[in-house]
């Protein structure tokens, strides 16, 4: 059976950033410049450049900009150095694996490999089963591969029997996959768990690039770098250009490359590329023992996520008991009913080694990263063990971002992550969460920056007291030099299409935002491995409606400018600027949502 993705299969990985040791120093002087100045403008703008006769306008701005200060802190914190855990040898013997205190009879480590799977093509499934089956590994190894399907379809155990693995199944979906997961749990034995996606395929050498980091016994899980292999790789400009207006665009297309350097389009539409999350951010979370486990193609230590299991057990019955006893003033009676009803909790509250949640993967880290018993670590391993498939389709992109979202969100305003007395986070794993949690917030204050320019083109009320010479004298400064350290802070990766698309979310995470503070319960959709037909302008009416305001007020103001009615254009000038990035952040989304594949991709 063929797939879209079939052209792509001798596609290759990239390697590893590597970044020169002077960029990670000219980085970490320029970040700590950038915040200093940025700390400089926001004392300025709240002191001395607040308009005070619109402070309806100012005080909101202004307000942003300090959040979104607040933010390039904490991303500053999380990529100042990229320290790599050592890679170790493949352990041999599962003693190999333990602390000296916990030796048990010599035997083979033992590894399940799961692959959870729901209503996805079986054929889909099975390449990656027989990827999962060309593992390979230097020692004995008693290494099994179990397909966790919560589809109990006749059809996938056939596949299962046919590939000679084993084929497991329940009946009901309750929890979605994190109870998919721990049926998986209950029916095996494995020393150490892989967690796959239906559409995960493993590289052979996923374990014996792995494992050897588990001789450390505090290492619960190690994370893999996801790489889509199916992006579009797009088309160069000049031939682009060819194909539309002949001879004539080819010469424009090759003229314009010649200036600015090769220009490509169609490329990852989506926003897909995953190499500034795994290879910038949380590969860089490494020294400060934060990085967080994202599901597929991770490998995790049984008795890790067991005990989290445990450890959220007790505090979930203890939580519920309090919480109908708490106000009962006698202690003696207090006590006495907590005592009765203790069993009865205890009965009724699930044991969930991955909680039955959307974002189960990154609650679960909290919590073995959060436990001062064992101080768990994990590990982002910087080279990429798999290839997995990506969205094809705004519709298919939206489900996928808004459940990361919600999920996260949800954790954060119900789960009481950044409290002592549940979880023991050190500081620097407090500052790298709440990087996480900070950055979904940010549609607020990305909302207040969208909106600004528009009610300044079309009132002409600045929110500043006036563009004028000390403006400049603060802004600039602080917006060059930040310009220049996330440069570097982020060499070797595309920054603008992260800043764009950390700008164009703005609504779907206010409609995440909203659905976890309206206490509505996040749905578990499972995303679509085929492309959705259709276009889908009507998902990203939000940007569009940016885009179309911007560009009328643009026009309103040129026509101001024109009559003499603007006292200071130079404020125009700046929102001409501030307009046009907008503007830029925005298109891509709106034509991704456009973008449908082309039937033989185009050689770049």
Known sequence: MGFYFSRFEARRPPEPLCTPGWVKKAWQILAVAALILGANYIRWRWMESLNMDALWYAIPLVLAETLAWIGTALFTINLWQEKDVPAQNPPADINDCHGAEEAVDSRPIKVDLFIATYSEDVELVRLSIRDALNVTYPCPLDYRIHVLDDGRRAEMKAVCDEEGVNYITRQNNMGYKAGNLRNGLEQTDGDFIVICDADTRVFPTLLSHTLGYFRDPDVAWVQTPQWFYDLPEGERLPRWLARRTGKAGYALGWTVEKICGPVTLGRDPFFNDPRMFYDVILRRRNWANAAFCCGAASIHRREAVMQAALRSYVWNVDAEIDRHTRDIRDPAMRAALQEAMRPHVIYDTELTPYKFHVSEDIYTSIVLHGDDARRWRSVMHPRIESKMLSP???????????????????????????????????????????????????????????????????????????????????????????????????????????????????????????????????KFHVTPKERQAGRFLYLVKPQIAIVVLTLLGLLWGGIQVARGQVDDPSGYVINIFWGAVNIAAMLPLILAAMWTPPDEEPTP
Not at 439 to 450: D, E, G, K, T
């Open 392 to 522: 094809q389709d705004m519709l298919t992109w939206m489900i996928q971002r808004f459940k990361y979202a919600a999920g996260s969100l949800d954790i954060l305003f119900h789960d009481n992550i950044f409290s002592r007395r549940r979880f023991k986070l050190s500081l620097p794993q407090t500052l790298m969460y709440a990087t996480t949690f900070w950055s979904y917030l940010a549609c607020i204050w990305n909302s207040v920056f969208l909106i600004s320019p528009i009610i300044y083109l079309f009132t002409g009320i600045p929110p500043v007291s006036a563009w004028s010479t000390p403006f400049y004298l603060h802004f600039l400064p602080f917006f060059i030099v930040s310009e220049l350290a996330f440069m570097f802070g982020t060499w070797g990766i595309s920054a603008w299409d992260g800043r764009a698309s950390y700008l164009s979310f703005f609504s779907m995470n206010l409609r995440a935002l909203d659905t976890v503070l309206r206490g509505e319960q996040i």
